[in-house]
């Protein structure tokens, strides 16, 4: 099959990496290479002699170039994206897809009246780990989902133009939205920050998310600490699984233990009564490949380009994160009284060419 042609805008810190898994494709050919620092780029690139420019423009006046992944600072995404998409480039949009919901928005509305394909990153969902999650929970095998604690908690780089949340809770709010039945739907969002050291943004964040059916989702994310955490636990009503992403060799755990409350009854002196037992079952680790995330991402984005369909991660799943960020910045500004998440209003991506 004919390969496709990718330019990657942005070759700072996560750009490389765009990079070496387009070039490690077999479905795409790495076309361009645009930096506003074209010696960075140069260096990234190597001596290939592909084209490196500063010039978005000249980029898009390729004809060779069928599609461009934007890996710049989130603030600048919006405006690449539609060039991109009105000079009839399939774009992927690195996380979070834009820095508010207005913009992320337009760009979901610019791919859909153009035909083309807007996909963002949501690179932990292309992981074996998650996609393992996501069928377990799609299995029914944790039963109904209870609760989801998520902590991601490192010594992380003060980000010039993003808070603590927008900058690491996009991976927890994906992959909730892409293992949670229906999807990230919460009823509300409670946030709040903090900011001990003065840095003028939050670098310690909590969100609290309650889900249909009685279920509380938190998230912890932390750039002052000196130990680093990844771990996420989702509990059920069957089983509970850990997830341990810095523990290679034990990296999910499913438990087959939990509290059952086998009767609630009403006595005469109108108290309620639950008899509460404990399942003490067995503990196992499925067995889960090795592969790299993104490679299984670009894969998705070329696949989702020849088949004329959404991607698994689309432009609309990076509003459903949107959204949820940005009622989490109202919350904080409200002390951390709990907001309504208010839904991007954009009909569904359709691939019409
Ligand atoms: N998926 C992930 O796991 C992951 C991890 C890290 C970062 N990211 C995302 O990647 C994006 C970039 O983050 P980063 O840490 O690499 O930032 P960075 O600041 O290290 O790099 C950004 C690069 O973009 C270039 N740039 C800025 N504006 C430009 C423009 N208008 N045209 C062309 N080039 C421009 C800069 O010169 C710089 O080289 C962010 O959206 C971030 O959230 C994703």
Known sequence: MEKLGIAVVGAGYWGPNL????????????????????????????????????????????????????????????????????????????????????????????????????????????????????????SGSLGE????????????????????????????????????????????????????????????????????????????????????????VIGGSERTLLWDDLNPQQRLSVFDRGVDLIQQSVDSADRRTASISYRLGDTWAPALPEREALGAMVAEFAASIREERAPVTDGEAGLRVLSVLEAAATSQRARGAQVDVVPADVPALEIVR
């Not at 290479?33 to 260096?43: H, S, Y």
């Not at 809770?169 to 039945?181: G, N, R």
């Open 145 to 232: 989902i209870l609760f989801v604690d998520s902590v991601r908690i490192n010594l992380g780089l003060l980000q010039p133009d993003v808070d603590v949340l927008w900058d690491l809770a996009p991976h927890d709010l994906s992959i909730l939205d892409f293992v949670l039945p229906g999807g990230l739907r919460p009823l509300g969002v409670a946030a709040q920050g903090a900011d001990p050291l003065g840095a003028g943004k939050s670098c310690v964040g909590y969100l609290t998310l309650p889900l249909p059916g009685g279920a509380m989702a938190h998230v912890h994310v932390n750039w002052l600490s000196p130990t680093k955490i990844r771990q996420m």
């Open 19 to 138: 990079i070496r898994n387009f070039r490690g494709s077999t479905d795409w050919e790495l076309r361009a290479v645009c930096d506003l620092d074209t010696e960075r780029a140069r260096q990234v690139v190597g001596g290939s002699d592909l084209l490196v420019t500063a010039d978005l423009d000249e980029v898009l006046a390729r004809e060779d170039v069928d599609a461009v992944a934007v890996a710049t600072p989130a603030r600048t995404h919006r405006p690449i994206a539609e060039r991109a998409l009105r000079a009839g480039k399939h774009v992927l949009v690195e996380k979070p897809l834009a820095s508010s919901v207005a913009d992320g928005s337009r760009m979901v509305e610019e791919a859909r009246s153009q035909g083309l394909v807007l996909m963002t990153d949501h690179t932990y969902c292309y992981t074996p780990v998650v996609q393992k999650i996501r069928e377990l929970v799609s």
